[in-house]
């Protein structure tokens, strides 16, 4: 459990219980934004499930005031499945739409960072949605956060996402973590 010094946030395991907090929060990214290619809100159900698959191996974290309500959430999934990328996760990291530039993404950044290097993982990916010029959809917010986060652009897939009749590039961006020893 880690508190944020300006506000009293908690970070700590999601549990089933947040999986409606975890929702709402990941629904205006589907309906008005383009940093998901998910067209479709998942249903509470759907939601929970993906938490359960990802927390038998990695962390799923949300942020939550001192009333406990959720205002953000972070967690780890597999890079690729075969056991040679073992030590490899892609990230994601989503904060309620009111509170983003709050310092809340850094901090479950910071905790989930922590978490995964304690479990051995080296390298943090990140896959982000990305378009230039900017748009009513989609800035380049999540590039800024990772690159100050310490990530690095390793990939740029052009034209490869639809979503509002448009198409939108995305980036892969990596962070190493740990000594990769022999």
Known sequence: MTTHPKKTLTIRPATDADAEAIRVIYAPY???TAITFEYDVPTVEEMARRME???RKYP???ATEADGTVVGYAYASPFKERAAYQWAVETSIYVKMNQRGSGIGRLLHEALEEALRQQGILNMNACISYVEPEDEYLTL???RFHERMGYTQVAHFHLCGRKFGRWYDMIWMEKLIGKHDE
């Open 53 to 55: 698959t990802v927390q």
């Open 30 to 32: 589907v309906t008005d």
């Open 141 to 143: 917010d999540s590039v």
């Open 60 to 62: 799923w974290l949300v």
